[in-house]
C-alpha cells in the first residue's frame, strides 16, 4: 500500500535544507525493515527504478538517493556497485538491451542486421535511448564522465556484429578472408 514519504527538501539559499519539508508518494516503509534482496533481484528493482526516474524527470534531475528510494534500497548499496551516476545509468541501459547472445538467425546477413538495427532504434526511442543520451552528453562536458562511459561499455554492438558475421561466414554467404577482427 502506498503512503506518503516525509524529507527535508535538501535545497537551500546556503546550500543546506530550507527546512521545507517535501511530502512525496511512496511506499511509508522504511527499506532496511523489508526483506533483504541481493544480486539480480535487487540490481533488477534498482534498474527499474534509474529508468522510471529517467522517464518522470530526465537524466539532469536523476540522483542516487532518488534511485536508492524508488528501488527501496541504500545509497552504499547503489555506491558498493557503481562509482556514479553514469556507470549505474549505462549498466541499467545494458540490462535493456538484447545482448550478443540474442543475435537473430534469419538465414541472410543482410535480414540479420537489420533486426539487429531496428531493436536498437526501438530500443532508442524510449527511456533507455533518453538515458544513454543524458550519460554521453554529460560524457562530452565531463572527463570523469567520460571516463566511466569508457569503463562501464560493454562492447555488445561489435560482438553482436561479429557473431553476425560468422553466422555469413557459415552459411558460406560472406567471404571469411573479408571479415576482419573487431
Known amino acids: ?23 512525496t508518494a511512496g511506499t511509508g516503509q522504511d527499506h532496511r525493515k523489508l526483506p533483504r534482496r541481493r544480486g539480480a533481484v535487487l540490481n533488477n528493482a534498482i534498474f527499474d527504478a534509474v529508468l522510471a526516474e529517467i522517464a518522470e524527470s530526465g537524466y539532469s534531475a536523476l540522483t542516487m ?7 527501496r534500497a541504500s545509497k552504499a548499496s547503489l555506491y558498493r556497485r557503481w562509482p556514479g551516476r553514469a556507470a549505474l545509468v549505462l549498466d541499467a541501459a545494458y540490462a535493456s538491451m538484447h545482448g550478443p547472445d540474442t543475435v537473430p538467425d534469419t538465414g541472410s546477413l543482410r535480414l540479420d542486421t537489420l533486426t539487429v538495427m531496428r531493436q536498437a532504434a526501438r530500443l532508442l526511442e524510449g527511456t533507455v535511448g533518453q538515458a ?26 561489435s560482438r553482436m556484429m561479429h557473431e553476425i558475421l560468422a553466422s555469413a561466414v557459415r552459411r558460406g554467404e560472406c567471404d571469411p578472408d573479408l571479415v576482419t577482427g573487431f
Open 1 to 23: 500500500q502506498r503512503g506518503l514519504l516525509r524529507r527535508k527538501c535538501g535545497v537551500g539559499t546556503d546550500g543546506g535544507c530550507c527546512g521545507a519539508v517535501v511530502v
Open 65 to 71: 538517493d532518488r534511485v536508492a528510494e524508488r528501488a
Open 132 to 157: 544513454v543520451r543524458g550519460v554521453l552528453g554529460e560524457a562530452l562536458q565531463n572527463p570523469e564522465v567520460a571516463a566511466e562511459v569508457r569503463e562501464f561499455t560493454h562492447g555488445n554492438a
